[in-house]
C-alpha cells in the first residue's frame, strides 16, 4: 500500500527557505506525477505543482513560479519541494500527492500524505 510521509516543514522567517520532502513507500514512484498541495483552515486545498512521471516536467501555480521548485530523486523514492522568498500568505498545510496524469486538480490525485505544516512569520 502507497505511503506518504512529508517532513521539512516548521517555521521560516519571510524572506527565508524550506526543504519539503516527501518520501515514498510500497509503489513504484516512477509511475507516477507526484503533486504539492498546501491549504489553510477553512479554504480549499490549493495546488502548488506537480512533477511529471517520466521526463521530470514540472508545472508550477502562478504563486510558486520562481520562487518554488519541484524536484525528484526516483533513486530515494523522495520528491522534494524546496521553497524560497517565503511569504506569510505561504503558511499551510503542505501535502504532497501521486496521480497518473499530468494535472493539477486535487480529484485526479490517487494517494496523499499526512502534510507538514509551514509555518511564515517574523
Known amino acids: 500500500q502507497a505511503h506518504f510521509v512529508e517532513s521539512g516543514g516548521g517555521l521560516a522567517q519571510p524572506g527565508g527557505s524550506l526543504r519539503l520532502s516527501c518520501e515514498t513507500s510500497?509503489?513504484?514512484?516512477?509511475?507516477?506525477?507526484i503533486g504539492w498541495f498546501r491549504q489553510v483552515p477553512g479554504k480549499e486545498r490549493e495546488g502548488v505543482g506537480y512533477i511529471s512521471k517520466i521526463k521530470g516536467w514540472t508545472y508550477y501555480s502562478d504563486f510558486a513560479k520562481d520562487r518554488f521548485t519541484i524536484s525528484r530523486d526516483n533513486s530515494k523514492n523522495t520528491v522534494y519541494l524546496q521553497m524560497s522568498g517565503l511569504k506569510p500568505e505561504d503558511t499551510a498545510v503542505y501535502y504532497c500527492a501521486a496521480t497518473n496524469m499530468a494535472t493539477m486538480s486535487a480529484a485526479e490525485y490517487d494517494y496523499w500524505g499526512q502534510g507538514t505544516q509551514v509555518t511564515v512569520s517574523s
Open positions: 510500497g509503489f513504484t514512484l516512477d509511475y507516477y506525477a
